[in-house]
């Protein structure tokens, strides 16, 4: 049940993540000018004499009914979402914790509930700060974070035993080399990835998107007009809104040419985790490398189609699931570098019982608690 539960938490805040997304790009985050409620009412004022309270209550803000919309039904995913996370959390503490990956997972658990009230709190910030870009990115980054927690936790519930008796063969390989590179090719290209994100939650929460319309130049110069000191310099709060962005126009060019060079970064570190990792014995490879590198192209190519697009509304949309997707696609991998490893020698023949000489340039893994080889 704890996993069905954590499957549907998967399936909503990817939806909830679009919908963050959608909200943004409907210039609806201003939708509802409170929070929690929408000007003071559990749904957005809908009757004529409720809109006329609401208008009444926040005269500087005129109830447009989808934009209202639209901000409260992300608020009703998001709530579902906390209420869902709430609960596996709940089962995960009553369960009998039979293995110390059922403890790990519940540790998961409850720093996602934390993860989902801090998020709430963001949530309320973006409105009540006017959509002020650094709060507008943290918000992003606590709903990929979220996105990725949930991976990790569903990746842990689904056979506790695998990843319990890899950690055995985890401590006596732990010299390997070629392993300790394929971890640390992993890791940079999560945090690259990570990062870059980053970099794209900044272009949009300042409208930076549609700062250059041509590609790969800006404005058709390279980098003639970009700061990098005013791409990432904070813009102070003074209580005006941000909708639709404050910087000034140099500003904006320099924000979008550094999350377009943050790109060429991050195809150049990811593509040199996924060579490695195809020159690696692990019997997941072919897959993992297919699924990234297919995210990985598809991913720039809808960042410089909604670049000289302009902004079409299903791209933009694309372009951030995509990220999530990215993302999720390196956590997994990740977790299954950390968790399968090349046995030495000296142990296949005790692991496998098929004779040393058979085993050279075999990779173990355990699948419901069976060893089971692959050729490398
Ligand atoms: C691995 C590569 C990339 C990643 C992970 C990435 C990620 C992101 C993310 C997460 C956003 C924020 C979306 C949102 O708030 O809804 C974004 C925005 C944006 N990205 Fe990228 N991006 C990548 C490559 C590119 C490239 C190559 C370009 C263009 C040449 C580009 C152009 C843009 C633009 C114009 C926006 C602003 C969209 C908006 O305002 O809605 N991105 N990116």
Aim: with cysteine.
């Amino acid at each position: 049940m704890t996993k069905q539960l954590t499957n549907l938490a998967l399936a909503l805040v990817f939806v909830v993540i679009g919908l963050g997304a959608l909200t943004r790009l409907l210039d609806a985050g201003l939708g509802c000018p409170d929070w929690p409620g929408c000007y003071g009412f559990l749904t957005p004022p809908n009757q004529p004499e409720h809109i006329e309270l609401a208008e009444e209550l926040y005269p500087n803000t005129p109830v447009v009914r989808h934009q209202a919309w639209m901000e409260m039904v992300h608020r009703y995913a998001a709530g579902t979402l906390g209420l869902l996370i709430f609960a596996i959390t709940l089962r995960l503490y009553r369960t009998n914790k039979k293995s110390s990956t059922l403890s790990q997972a519940t540790v998961i658990a409850t720093v996602l509930s934390m993860v989902v009230i801090v998020q709430a709190a963001f949530g309320m910030w973006t409105v009540t700060l006017k959509l002020w870009p650094p709060i507008v990115t943290l918000h992003l980054l606590g709903g990929l974070i979220t996105f990725g927690l949930l991976i990790v936790l569903r990746f842990l519930l689904q056979q506790p035993e695998i990843t319990d008796r890899n950690q055995i063969t985890k401590e006596r390989n732990h010299g390997s080399p070629s392993h300790q590179t394929l971890k640390r090719l992993a890791v940079s290209a999560l945090l690259v990835v990570f990062l870059q994100i980053t970099l794209g939650a900044w272009t949009s929460s300042n409208y930076a998107g549609l700062a250059c319309p041509d590609f790969p130049t800006c404005q058709n110069q390279w980098f003639e007009q970009v700061s990098i000191q005013k791409a990432l310099s904070i813009p102070s709060y003074d209580n005006l809104s941000f909708l639709h962005g404050r910087t000034d126009a140099q500003t904006r060019v320099s924000i979008q040419v550094l999350h377009r060079l943050g790109a060429v970064i991050t195809l150049i570190i990811v593509g040199v985790f996924l060579i490695q990792f195809l020159r690696s014995q692990h019997p997941y490879r072919k897959q993992i490398a297919l699924v990234t590198s297919t995210l990985l192209v598809l991913q720039i190519v809808l960042g410089i189609l909604t670049a000289v697009l302009l902004l079409p509304l299903t791209l933009a949309l694309l372009h951030n699931l995509v990220a999530a997707l990215l993302f999720g696609s390196l956590i997994t991998a990740n977790l299954l570098v950390a968790h399968s490893q090349t046995v030495p020698l000296v142990e296949r023949t005790e692991l496998t019982g098929i004779p040393e000489t058979h085993t050279v340039g075999m990779t173990k893994e355990i699948q419901d608690g069976n060893i089971i080889t692959h050729n490398s």
